[in-house]
Structure formats: structure tokens, C-alpha cells
């Protein structure tokens, strides 16, 4: 597992200021070798050096060797175990508890494992690939375990080999050999005591960053559901508005062609009932002004005929002879009978002109009556015919003695009012 990995990991973890606290110490006293750790990632981030030391160097190694990488290998693995196992547990105590015995396994395991980087491996190697039969023998020498025969020759090489290396040139050199050895495991150990420090303010940034993290998504996928909620209903009662709003306007629509339809179909006999019904009145008046000038000429006749009465009537009429006024009173009841049937028909023009005016008008009125209706509501079928027998139904005149009565349409009119 890479650090990257191992610290969004322990990002993760619910106490993790205990996991960068806990502290470490591996000694390898055959390599004069300490290092102290603070926290898994300090800890961690050593292990994952050596592994990947380990894998830098030539495949061909001894068992002896491997055993160092698995070695380094066991512990992060272990430390990945516990944090797979514990890292959602919040008590330190409990902590402290389980993590015993897994700390007390990596720290005494050492044995006899060595570094990537320390000299004695870079020693053992070159050994191994140059005098592969003294590896033994050296081996055993550096790491204390002086259990092979120094009989055999190869081991006794190896033995020397390794003292040599240990020991090499004067004390002097060698004195300060050690020094200048002691002088960077120093600087080396001082180095990696700034380390642990690092490490956790680094983790505890992952992990509060991981934290803001999941609050801004938190808070994004909370407001992108609002916003998806609220733009849900308001689609559907938008929806549902238009789509009613949409259905009345297309009935209102059709509503309306239907009356404008109407309306044109209307327009005309509208219009020539009121020019026709002015004609009438017209032609009524006239006829009313024909008929008082025969009337005052039938008055004015006979005023005259009593005022004024021929002297030849009446010598005839007393002196026996009557032929005389016989014959002007024929004459004069002959002209009155004459007038009478003018004036009659006159005044039957006249009624007829004014009768069928105020019918014409009152098509012309129920027209646009019917057209309201259409307007405002519905008309059937039924009360569409009747209307239309008013409108279009044959008028008395009054000229002739057998015509039919206009239909009028008080009844469909009185319907339509009790809707």
C-alpha cells in the first residue's frame, strides 16, 4: 500500500489523533541500529521505504536477506489489519488495549533483520555475488549467531570477511570510522524525530479535508435535491396550469370561431333587416302622410258640399223635380265611396309598412341576442332550430287576409333568461 493510501486510510479512522500519538521503537542491536517512531504514518512511512528498498535491489537475494523485506512487509500489514479492525473505535483506552500485543510483535520481532540501507547489506551482497559460499559464514558473523563450523573453510572466510569489514585498516580509522558513523545516525535519527510531527499534521489535514469534503457534498446533494424538488413541482403545477389554461383557451377558441361563424352567417340579414325596417318606417310615414291628405280631402269635400250647397239641388229638391239631386248625390257618394277605399288601402299600407318594420327590428335585436348566447354559453340543437324558424318564419303583412302570424321567440328568449 502506498503512503497516499495508508494516510487517506487513517484520514478515516474516528480517533485519529490517537493513531498519530501511539509511539514506536525498533532496535536492530546487530547493525547498532534504534529508530523511534510517533505515529502510524511516521511508522509507516519507513516501513514502505524499506519494502520498496527491498524491491530496488537485485531479485537474486539469499533467503537470508528476504526475510528482511518480509519482516518490514509483516509490519504494515499489521498496521493496516488493526486500522481495518479499530479504526471506527473512539476510546483511547480500548485502544491502548487492543493495540498491546500488536505493538509489542513489531517492536521485539526485529531478530535479525536488516535495513535496505545500511552498509552490512550492501556488504552481504557483494559477498553473496562474489563469494557465494562464504555468504554463510558472514552472515552469521554480523548478526551474533556464530553457529557455523569455523572448521569449514568457506565459513571460516566468511567469518573473516566479515571481521575485516567490521574491523577494517588501524583503530584510528576505525575510531573514526564509528565517529563519523555515530555523527550521521545521529543526524539521521534527528531527522527522522521531525518526521512524526509532519505525518500527523499531515494526516490530521487529510483527514480534516476528507471531513469538509463530505460536508460540502453533503450540503451539495442536499441542495441539488431541493433545488431538483422544487423545480419538480414547480414543472408539474406549471404544467398542470398551462395544460388548463391551454384547454380553456382552445374551448374559448372555438367558442369564439364558432360565434364569429355565426356572426357571419348573421351579419347580412342583420343588416338588411335594419335598412329594410328603416325603409318601412319610411314608407309608413308616407303612407300615414297620403292618408291624413285623403282624410282632409274627404272632410274638407263634404264641409264644403254642407257649407256651400249647390242652389240647383235644392230648387230641385222642392220643386218636385228630385232627378237633379238624385244624380249629385250619386255622384257625391260615388267620390266618398272612392276615397274610402283609398284611404282603406292606405292605411293598410301603412300598418303593414309599421308592422313589418318593428318585425324587422325585432329580428335584428334577437339576432345579436342570439349571438350573446353563443357568447356565453351553449345553445342546442333543439332551441338552434327554433331561434333560427323566428328569424327566418314569414310576417304577417296585413295586405292579405289568410297570412300567417310571425313566430316569435318569446318562449325560447324566456328559456334562455331562466338559465
Known sequence: MTQTEFRKKLSQTVNTDWFNSVEFNLRYTHLNLSYEFKGFGHLHKFVNQQINGWDKLTENLPNELLASKKHFESIENQLISFIDSYG???NESNLESYFRNPKNQIQNNTGTNFTYNCPETEFLIEVYKNHSESFIGAYTYLTGNLNQNINVKDNFNGYLLAYEFTLKDST??????????SSLSKLRANFENSLPKLE??????LKNSTE???????????????????YSDWFINTKGEFESFSTKSDKRLEELENTYKEKLKLEEP??????????????????????VILVLIVVF????????????IYESFFDGDKSSAIRWSII????????????RAVTKVMFSSFHLARDCEERHTLTYFYLSLLKESTVDKEDKQLIMQALFSRAETGLLKD?????????????????
Open 403 to 419: 297570412d300567417s302570424a310571425p313566430t316569435m321567440p318569446n318562449d325560447i328568449v324566456g328559456k334562455f333568461m331562466s338559465k
Open 88 to 90: 471506527s473505535q473512539e
Open 172 to 181: 584510528a580509522i576505525t575510531e573514526r570510522r564509528n565517529k563519523e558513523k
Open 200 to 205: 500527523s499534521e499531515l494526516v490530521e489535514h
Open 301 to 312: 269635400s263634404l264641409g264644403k258640399l254642407l257649407w256651400t250647397t249647390p242652389e240647383q
Open 332 to 343: 257625391y257618394v260615388t267620390f266618398i265611396s272612392f276615397m274610402a277605399f283609398a284611404i
Open 270 to 291: 342583420a343588416k338588411y333587416w335594419s335598412e329594410r325596417a328603416k325603409k318601412l318606417k319610411k314608407q309608413g310615414w308616407i303612407a300615414l302622410t297620403v292618408l
Open 212 to 230: 469538509k469534503y463530505e460536508e460540502y457534498s453533503k450540503a451539495i446533494d442536499e441542495f441539488k435535491e431541493d433545488k431538483e424538488k422544487t
